[in-house]
């Protein structure tokens, strides 16, 4: 079956045709890293995995770019407000690249802790000014860019589609302008390719005088370096639609005189206990501050996928505690599955291998919907259920539901391997401590418990008296 996709473009779910056969380019917008990453942050990296990693499950092969922007342009709008990684340099009286980096490794640690598969390349803005210079250059030569002293602004009335994106006209935008006016611009809706500012501290040479890019140029001149003038999918936030896509479009489009994107992804915002994340509130979390607070990393994962990438999601730790049990039923049939012995004749009976073929189908189908985790997620459950109700199971039988729910995870990402063996002896006494609880010895029950943390272990309790070993961290 065929993924479809809501395209932002052209505001309609479409049927995804790569434009090469099996291969499959795309850009996500990453983070402008002048602090940790937060939630709402991730829920929008997540969507971006979770698409590729489906992909990957239909067996095409994915080049994914995420960019590192450590040049800091997280502005109010496209050439106004606050430079907020310069902002954070100062306050702590360091060089922005040594903010840039210590928050680029924050991101990339809690990356991890998500299971996010890594992008093939992470450019970083501040090692690709060359080419956004050249794009500029490029610009200014096709009449779609002015220079005025060191500042090169970019004329949105040369560029006829602009507003294709967000839907924005240039009517529009004027008629409702808040942008404090510029002497220097043609039109209050340009916005900057090229900026002059003596108080700034990131600068560079170029052809206009010592300056800085604008917040825009850097995803279009990464995106072509790595991707090429064509690619097939740009993710992002639904913040990121305007301005920042529409500029990206009208310079990439302008600078190659080719379509550029034929996919856009967004995704919707995502809310705190039905409130707007904000530090004055005190919801605005990151992972980290998630882990300290008790959660499982793998619960925040499935947390902030398991609900539709075009619907705002509202986080609770409700929702985080419920993710934690979802996860426990999915794990807990694997490990159940797992101690299946009988040998029976090695074939895979009727029934079961519907069931198989049901679940794995089925997850497909609903994802190719327009990316239906919700039904998606759905059809696991109900293959579990199905799973955990079959009598005179064998051990075939057991392997092809485990290797059918692990497929399954290759989307979602949730499972926990055991990395490590555990010794028999370990196994033995948490098997003796499982039977003292049924037994009700309290007491020995502990003294076990102690006894394997002694060793170097922790036995997790699991509902229906199962538990989880696990070797303890630190």
């Avoid at 049927?15 to 099996?22: C, D, S």
């Avoid at 979770?50 to 994915?62: A, C, G, H, I, T």
């Avoid at 994340?277 to 990393?297: A, W």
């Avoid at 109900?382 to 005179?392: E, M, R, S, T």
Wanted: proline share 3%.
């Amino acid at each position: 079956m065929s993924l479809r996709l809501y395209n932002t473009l052209s505001n309609k779910v479409e049927e995804f045709k790569p434009l090469k056969p099996g291969k499959v380019k795309m850009y996500s917008c990453g983070p402008t890293v002048y602090s940790h990453a937060h939630i709402g942050n991730f829920r929008s990296f997540l969507v971006a995995d979770l698409l590729k990693r489906f992909l990957e499950f239909k067996d095409m092969s994915v080049t994914h770019i995420m960019n590192i922007t450590d040049v800091g342009h997280l502005l109010e709008d496209a050439d106004e407000g606050a430079d907020k990684l310069e902002e954070e340099a100062r306050k702590q009286n360091k060089d922005p690249l040594e903010i840039a980096k210590f928050f680029t490794d924050s991101f990339m640690a809690a990356s991890e802790l998500l299971n996010m598969r890594p992008a093939n390349h992470y450019p970083r803005a501040t090692e690709h000014i060359k080419e956004m210079i050249e794009m500029v250059e490029k610009l200014i030569d096709k009449g779609y860019a002015y220079v005025v002293g060191s500042n090169v602004y970019y004329d949105v009335t040369k560029f006829a589609d602009y507003g294709k994106l967000s839907g924005n006209t240039l009517d529009d935008l004027n008629s409702g302008a808040r942008i404090e006016v510029n002497d220097e611009k043609r039109n209050p809706q340009d916005f900057a390719l090229w900026k002059h500012d003596p108080k700034h501290i990131q600068q560079w040479d170029s052809p206009w005088g010592r300056g800085f890019p604008g917040w825009h140029i850097e995803c279009s001149a990464m995106s072509v370096k790595y991707l090429g003038a064509q690619f097939d999918f740009h993710t992002g936030g639904e913040d990121n639609i305007f301005p920042h896509h529409e500029c990206e479009i009208a310079q990439t489009e302008g600078a190659t005189g080719k379509k550029w994107v034929n996919y856009w992804v967004h995704a919707r915002f995502l809310m705190v206990d039905g409130e707007k994340m904000s530090k004055s509130k005190g919801n605005l979390y990151t992972i980290g501050e998630l882990i300290e607070k008790g959660f499982r990393k793998n619960a925040i994962r499935y947390a902030l996928i398991s609900s539709h990438y075009r619907q705002n999601y509202n986080f609770t730790f409700d929702g985080l505690k419920a993710a934690e049990q979802a996860i426990d039923k999915i794990t807990q049939c694997v490990l159940t599955l797992g101690e299946v012995t009988g040998q029976g004749d090695g074939s895979i009976r009727g029934e079961v291998k519907e069931l198989i073929d049901n679940a794995v189908n089925g997850f497909d189908e609903a994802l190719c919907d327009d990316l239906n985790i919700s039904k998606a997620l759905a059809f696991l459950f109900d293959f579990i259920k199905g799973a955990n109700k079959l009598v005179d199971i064998n051990s075939a039988e057991a392997k092809g539901i485990i290797d059918a729910i692990e497929k399954i995870d290759t989307v979602l990402g949730v499972i926990e391997k055991q990395s490590e063996d555990i010794d028999e002896e370990i196994i033995r006494l948490a098997e003796e401590r499982k039977q003292a609880k049924l037994d009700k010895n309290w007491q020995r029950a502990d003294e076990i418990r102690d006894e394997v943390a002694v060793k170097g272990f922790v036995i997790e309790d699991k509902p229906g008296h199962d538990y989880r070993i696990k070797r303890k961290e630190g």
